[in-house]
């Protein structure tokens, strides 16, 4: 890995949600990390991982449950 990170060429997903203006179109690529060691912005208040069943039960922002409707944990390494 050349950096810190490495984006897949392509993205693994698309999806879209409707807010109260506008139609958001939600794109997402495969990427693999070196390490986990950094530096959250300031604004960043907590990270978690979780699985998709976890995070199934969680209160979440309308544009999460429909990627995990599509997302195939067989698709990532």
């Known amino acids: 890995m050349a950096g810190r990170f490495q984006v897949a060429e392509y993205p693994m997903y698309f999806t879209s949600f409707v807010n109260t203006k506008d139609i958001m179109w ?5 990427v693999k990390v070196r390490d986990l ?5 300031r604004k960043c208040r907590e990270i978690e991982f979780f699985d998709k069943e976890s995070a199934q039960n969680l209160h979440l922002l309308p544009s999460v449950p429909p990627f995990l409707d ?7 390494h």
């Open 70 to 76: 599509i997302f195939d944990q067989n698709r990532h």
């Open 37 to 41: 060691d950094f530096t959250p912005l």
């Open 26 to 30: 939600l794109i997402f690529f495969d």
